[in-house]
């Protein structure tokens, strides 16, 4: 069973509100990078991508640099 919080964010300006649907939407896309590198790499390799691997495949990637890297470091 999965547990999931939502958060319901009040009173946002419009330029906030697209602010954060663009930073989720870029968070997905980088997850999504990640996910196809380790798949991509099972298939080609037979064993796991590791996160360092993954890590130096994606640093230079759009969705990575747009993003703080904190935050993209939590999404790989």
């Known amino acids: 069973m999965h547990l999931t919080v939502k958060q319901q964010?009040?009173?946002l300006s419009k330029?906030?509100?697209k602010t954060i649907k663009?930073?989720?939407h870029i968070a997905k896309n980088l997850a999504n990078e990640a996910i196809y590198n380790v798949r991509?790499?099972?298939f080609s390799e037979?064993?796991?991508?590791k996160?360092?691997?993954n890590y130096t495949?994606?640093?230079n990637s759009p969705n990575y640099k747009a993003l703080n890297s904190n935050m993209a470091q939590q999404i790989l």
């Open 40 to 42: 991509q790499y099972y």
């Open 46 to 49: 037979g064993e796991f991508l």
């Open 15 to 17: 330029e906030d509100y």
């Open 51 to 53: 996160y360092e691997k």
């Open 22 to 24: 663009e930073l989720c």
């Open 9 to 11: 964010v009040k009173h």
């Open 57 to 59: 495949l994606l640093k």
